[in-house]
């Protein structure tokens, strides 16, 4: 499955009534103000019937006055209520979209490597970008609009009704006229919409090309067709812009007829009620327009109905990341490491759809020892360091560390175990002592501090501008890569793991910088358990052991003198490794 799984409507709906029973109190807060300003919007006109009764009735002008003071006062009413619904809507459904949003992203790190790898990060992005963009529209714009809309009509409806029943029946003969047009529309409009976009990004891409390769149009007297291409993909834009607003037009067109069906019927049928005595005058005049006092915010609720439909795809996205089952392994009971010792055990493993990578490595490196892994580029190194660190699963074969395996260990106790850094070391945008603390969240001042000491980054943290307190990665102070992987070597001191892998840790600076790195990493794993993918090959100088591997398999191993006088592929690579490097160490 090369792409994240999409929720279905029934699961959607599970979620989001979850969401909303865990916000009860907010939710029913929420609606019980709506409900009010929907009463509130109500009774003006409802009282205007009345007024209308009391005139023809020739009462005293103290009785309006009463009535006037009711219409004003449930006029403001409803204007202050009305806000803070559409307020409390807007704030209910943005933390919940806020909790959303975090979610899929802790769902989407915790999937296995290969899956994500697989998804892509563009497919990620479209979650967390265009798709909750999309939901938050319509949360913010659409549905405190049309939760006020749909209460309104309820209210008024139900006023009707309180009126006279029959006028509650006439006030209901649109709403089939509604989904009908509705239903015309909506299946018309979601590829018009689309054709438009793609036609206005055609006309764009073409207009940009055009611009970019100015030299090259100048050049081959290009300009005339690039003209006539570009005139030819405005015209179709236009054309489309036209086509899709005239669906519009004539959707509105359709509405328009359901109101004016809607209200025939309501005036007719207050007449006959008028006429046979059952209904006021001023209570067919209330009803009147307590119907057209729908028209607009029904319309509006209409008209956005695309973009719920859009928010609600784009829940559904989201809501489809957030309900993937965590396959992660959960710790099995009774079992510890015994040391912090870490084996590998016939390990093999290949990438989805592809060959077999590892075949059937096995590798021991026992407590407190250091093992660095050499062999040439594609050989398997960063595979096998990690499937020793768990992020891969292997196909066969275990990885464990004190005779547990990882694969037995779940998220908690597999971090406090094991560690791994590799070349990518991101530094999280914010200040450099929250991404420390990422390591260990409670860690003190004194143990950030200790910790940059151990890894000879006190120095040049103190001399930032803020010290630990300033403001490092994107937007901030940028940190050179030698100076991340110090940070990184930090991160794994805090965390203070059994077990150390260091996957080219060192590789991505230059001489000088590497050897003060190299110097960092060996403080940074010093009493633990460590395997260095080792690009440097005075790492594997100075490790306890060196495992060779070439073509997925172990090829040589042993102390690095003790290869260098058997004289195989060891020999080779250092021998190859000093040529290069001349000057270092
Ligand atoms: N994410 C991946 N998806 C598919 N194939 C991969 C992936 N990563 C590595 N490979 C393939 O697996 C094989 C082993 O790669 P690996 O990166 O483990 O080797 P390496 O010894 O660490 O190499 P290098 O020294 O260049 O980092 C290579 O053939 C590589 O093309």
């Known amino acids: 499955m090369n792409q994240l799984p999409i929720a279905d409507r029934r699961e959607t709906l599970r979620w989001l009534r979850g969401e909303l029973r865990a916000r009860w109190g907010e939710a029913a807060g929420a609606f019980a ?3 009010l300003a929907a009463a509130a919007g109500v009774t003006p006109v409802y009282a205007l019937g009345v007024l209308v009764d009391r005139v023809r ?67 990620l992005m479209s979650r967390v970008g265009p798709d909750v963009a999309a939901v938050n529209k319509a949360v913010t714009d659409v549905l405190p609009t049309m939760t006020s809309s749909v209460l309104l009509a309820a209210l008024s409806v139900a006023a009707m009704a309180g009126i006279d029943w029959r006028l509650g029946l006439a006030g209901l003969v649109t709403a089939p006229l509604y989904v009908l047009a509705l239903r015309w529309y909506l299946p018309r409009s979601g590829p018009g919409y689309a054709v438009e976009r793609a036609a206005v990004g055609e006309r764009s891409q073409l207009l940009l090309e055009s611009v970019q390769g100015l030299r090259t149009v100048h050049a081959y007297r290009l300009e005339t067709p690039h003209l006539r291409g570009i005139d030819a993909a405005s015209a179709r834009a236009r054309d489309v812009s036209v086509n899709v607003f005239s669906l519009f037009t004539r959707f509105v067109g359709r509405i328009n007829r359901a109101e004016f069906a809607g209200l025939t019927v309501i005036v007719v049928t207050g007449f006959l009620l008028v006429r046979d005595g059952s209904v006021t005058v001023g209570g067919t005049a209330a009803a009147a327009v307590l119907f057209h006092r729908l028209f607009n915010p029904v319309s509006m609720l209409l008209y956005t109905f695309d973009e719920l439909q859009a928010g609600g795809a784009g829940l559904a996205r989201l809501v489809g990341v957030v309900t993937i089952p965590d396959e992660r392994p959960a710790t099995v009971e009774g079992q510890s490491p015994s040391d912090s010792s870490l084996e590998l055990a016939g390990v093999r493993f290949g990438y989805p759809g592809g060959p077999e990578v590892l075949h059937g490595v096995s590798l021991r490196i026992e407590a407190g020892q250091r093992v660095a892994l050499v062999g040439s580029t594609g050989a398997g190194k960063s595979t096998l360091a990690a499937v020793a660190a768990g992020i891969l699963q292997p196909a066969a074969g275990s990885a464990g560390v004190g005779g547990m395996p990882v694969a037995h260990m779940g998220p908690e106790l597999l971090r406090s175990q094991v560690v791994i850094i590799t070349q990518e070391t991101h530094v999280f945008a914010g200040e450099l002592i ?46 050179t890569a030698a100076r991340a992987q110090q940070i990184a070597l930090a991160r794994l001191v805090l965390a203070d793991p059994a077990v150390a892998i260091l996957d080219e840790a060192t590789a991505e600076a230059g001489s000088y910088g590497a050897r003060d790195l190299e110097d960092s990493a060996l403080a940074a ?13 005075t790492q594997a100088r100075s490790a306890d052991r060196v495992v060779v591997l070439e073509d997925g398999r172990v090829a040589e191993e042993g102390g690095h003198d003790e290869l260098l006088l058997a004289g195989g592929r060891y020999a080779q690579l250092w021998a190859a490794w000093e040529s290069r490097t001349p000057t270092f160490p």
């Open 57 to 123: 009735a020739g009462a005293p002008a103290s009785d309006i006055v009463g009535i006037t003071i009711v219409i004003v006062v449930a006029a403001i009413v409803a204007g202050v209520t009305t806000a803070l619904s559409s307020y409390l809507i807007a704030r209910l459904g943005g933390r919940i979209l806020a909790a959303l949003r975090e979610d899929v992203v802790a769902r989407a790190v915790t999937l296995p490597a290969t899956r994500l790898e697989r998804i892509g990060k563009g497919e």
């Open 33 to 35: 103000v709506g409900l």
């Open 434 to 479: 929250e991404d420390l603390r990422l390591a260990r969240p409670g860690a003190t001042d004194a143990e950030i501090d200790a910790a940059l000491a151990t890894v000879g980054a006190a120095d040049w943290v103190r001399a930032l501008p803020e010290g630990v307190r300033t403001v490092v990665g994107e937007g901030g102070h940028e940190l």
């Open 525 to 537: 794993t010093a009493g633990r358990t460590t395997l260095v993918v080792a690009h440097r090959l």
